[in-house]
């Protein structure tokens, strides 16, 4: 079982997206929000993709002020990815909302813990594991997912393991079937792989048992089974919308994603 992630990790070399007002990563904007600062937006992405695909967000919400960071996770190690992100918010001062789709949700629900600056957590189609909780069991714990290792992952060595792409004749069924094949072939050729590791390893203890949660359900995900997103939103206690969607929610949805992470916000 994965230990909790300390703060204090050591902070890699962060590849940032930066929208919205210019601030350094070092702290948050002044703007008012409410009764006090506007938190700072944090996106992190999942495996078989990268930052962009929060582009459409993160216009929408820079446009109502916020600043908003979609910072690079490294898809190396679930221990590893947790603590590169933990040293990342430890640069934030202020008010967060983290927000992570697909295998991020599983990143953010360790890095958060112990993190008094994070006041809520945004799943969009993601993982929210409880303790001792993996990628592969929680994805087959109801049925639904076309994400078979054996036959839709090609592995190719690395580091003593594998890195894992979904195949090309799978890869718009399985990841993003609302979007344009026209789109998605550049998203298959421009995927992030997945380190085999990440597959099997234990979450640590939950940051959602002590930060509020918000969650979107994509009705049409052939990835994380709508049962399996559903399970992990009640169990989380989250505020929970659904959206006709694919994996991809945040891509061909925008608009309800940014909702939802308003919400989450005030």
């Known amino acids: 079982m994965s230990s909790p992630v300390s703060r204090r990790a050591v902070l890699g070399t962060a590849a940032v997206v930066a929208a919205g007002a210019a601030v350094a990563t070092s702290g948050s904007p002044a703007a008012a929000h409410g009764k006090g600062p506007k938190p700072t937006i944090v996106l992190v992405h999942g495996a078989f993709a ?127 079937g609302d979007l344009p094949r026209s789109t998605t072939d550049v998203m298959w050729a421009t995927q992030r792989p997945g380190h085999s590791s990440t597959l099997q390893t234990a979450s640590g203890e939950p940051a959602w048992q002590t930060i509020p949660s918000f969650y979107l359900v994509a009705r049409e995900d052939k990835l994380i089974p709508p049962a399996v997103q ?28 940014a909702d939802l992470i308003r919400k989450a916000a005030r």
């Open 50 to 176: 990268d930052a962009t695909g929060w582009s459409d967000v993160i216009k929408r919400l820079t446009a109502d002020g916020y600043t908003v960071l979609a910072p690079a996770n490294p898809l190396r190690s679930v221990t590893g990815d947790a603590a590169y992100l933990a040293s990342f918010l430890s640069t934030i001062s202020g008010p967060i909302v983290l927000v992570g789709h697909s295998y991020g949700g599983f990143v953010i629900t360790n890095a958060a813990l112990g993190n008094p600056n994070v006041k809520a957590l945004v799943y969009i189609a993601a993982f929210a594991p409880a303790v001792g909780d993996d990628v592969a069991h929680l994805t087959a714990r109801f049925p639904g997912t076309l994400l078979d290792p054996a036959t839709a992952i090609d592995f190719r060595p690395v580091d003593g393991g594998y890195d894992g792409y979904v195949k090309k004749d799978v890869f718009r069924a399985i990841f993003a």
């Open 230 to 257: 559903r399970f992990m939103a009640h169990r989380a206690g989250a505020h929970t919308v659904e959206v006709k969607a694919s994996h991809v929610a945040m891509i061909s949805q925008p608009r309800v994603t």
